[in-house]
């Protein structure tokens, strides 16, 4: 089997070890994800999936999945320059694959700030229409949506437990990063980071998309991206033994601005492009990211937009959050 993809950051972990071993960790429809000797998360992904970060991707027929190749958690693996062996007939070829770049797209030409923010409230009326809010997704919009806009949503905007819980405890988190009080974002993060059920906890994936779009936000105003940096690496460090394995190096990596392509595609249509439709699509495309993930997702993603806006505001301007919406749960 060809591998038709691979990252970069995989690729060149690869080549550097020679033969890297490491054990299945965890095997999906769609996804196999290998922890190596060096405690490094590599990823076999299908072309049902966008990439991420420190993956391989290969071309599965329709009736296949990583179960049908036989491959089990525990499985043995060897990661060789030019190939990928499995303790099974399994192997895939790496030579030819197409190597993309998970690093952020950090330089673009900025919009105006009208548009940027039109750009941000069509992200939010995507998810409020098309978003699964069985996860977190509606806690963007209880902080963000105001008015007649949160009214239109009421029906999908009921807490359940896990939002219930997260709401007051990911506002503060947001005080504090326009407070710039590192001290307080550690501490808060902590009460955050793995709660929710999944591979990807839904706390988790806010908070990915809450850090990318930090990241974004500092290079479109042409703010202080070393600041932003700091802010999401005092959110990652927070990640050790409180979330599951895939979900830490989610965060670790997201924190760098390292994401799926298509959530990087969405950041860079919302910060760049003036085409509704464009953005559109690229809401629509992260939104299918698994049941409630692409959605927990777009509502951090939305957030942090719309932090990285009030964060521009005049020094004499106060930076608070807008009161926020109660919708019972």
Not at 30 to 49: E, P
Not at 92 to 108: H, S
Not at 318 to 327: E, G, R, V, Y
Request: with cysteine.
């Amino acid at each position: 089997m060809k591998a038709v993809a691979i990252c970069k950051s995989a690729k060149e972990l690869i080549e550097r070890d020679k033969r890297m071993s490491g054990k299945i960790q965890s095997v999906f429809a769609n996804v196999c994800n290998v922890q190596t000797k060096d405690n490094v998360l590599l990823s076999i992904i299908s072309t049902r999936v966008w990439n991420v970060p420190r993956s391989i991707c290969i071309n599965l027929q329709d009736w296949d999945s990583m179960y049908s190749l036989g491959l089990k958690v525990g499985m043995d693996v060897i990661f060789q320059p030019d190939v990928v062996r499995f303790a099974s007939p399994l192997r895939i070829d790496l030579a030819g694959a197409k190597v993309w770049d998970p690093l952020p797209v950090l330089q673009f030409s900025p919009i105006d700030s009208a548009v940027l923010k039109r750009n941000v409230e069509t992200v939010g009326m995507i998810l409020g229409q098309q978003g699964n809010f069985a996860g977190i997704g509606n806690v963007g919009f209880l902080l963000f949506t105001q008015g007649a806009a949160s009214i239109c949503y009421s029906n999908k905007l009921q807490q359940n437990a896990t939002s219930r819980f997260l709401l007051p405890e990911i506002e503060k988190l947001l005080s504090f990063i326009l407070a710039d009080d590192l001290a307080g974002i550690e501490q808060t993060v902590q009460g955050i980071v793995g709660c929710g059920p999944g591979l990807t906890p839904a706390a988790d994936d806010f908070l990915c998309g809450l850090m990318v779009s930090l990241l974004y936000s500092a290079a479109n105003f042409g703010a202080d991206l070393a600041r932003a940096y700091q802010i999401n690496r005092a959110i990652a460090a927070q990640v050790q033994n409180r979330t599951t394995r895939v979900s830490a190096e989610m965060l670790r990596l997201a924190s760098e601005g390292q994401v799926a392509e298509s959530v990087r595609r969405l950041l860079l249509t919302v910060f760049s492009h003036k085409d509704r439709k464009t953005l559109e699509n690229a809401v629509l495309l992260v939104l299918d990211h698994g049941d409630t993930s692409g959605s927990d997702l777009v509502a951090g993603l939305y957030a942090g937009c719309n932090l990285g806006i009030l964060l521009q505001k005049l020094p004499s301007e106060p930076k608070t959050l807008p009161a926020c919406t109660s919708i019972a749960g």
